[in-house]
């Protein structure tokens, strides 16, 4: 089996190695150049969830506090309706 190899590559010319090889350089090259730019669109795009998840955080705890400060300070508007659905319901009541 070793000398039926060897003798394939034996009509293999010089010109076709050549060939071979230019291709070989051309797929790497290509190759090469499509995984640069897939690494920097994966670094751009890191950076831009990185920033979302961040203003997510930052929508977060702003709506976090307006929920605190309404529960520490009811409305004075608020107040007054619930006195005067509550007036309602003891009128309703007796009535």
Request: hydrophobic letters at 30%.
């Given at each position: ?50 920033d979302l998840n ?30 005067e659905t509550e ?9």
């Open positions: 089996m070793a000398r039926n190899k060897e003798e394939e590559f034996q009509y293999i010319s010089e010109d076709d190695y050549k060939t071979l090889i230019s291709v070989y350089q051309q797929k790497t090259f290509k190759l090469f150049n499509e995984n640069i730019s897939l690494e920097a669109k994966v670094a751009t795009l890191s950076s831009l969830v990185e961040q203003t997510v955080l930052d929508i977060t705890k702003e709506k976090e506090k307006i929920n605190k400060r309404a529960v520490r300070k009811p409305k004075s508007g608020s107040s007054k309706i619930e006195e007036e309602n319901e003891d009128q309703e009541t007796f009535n």
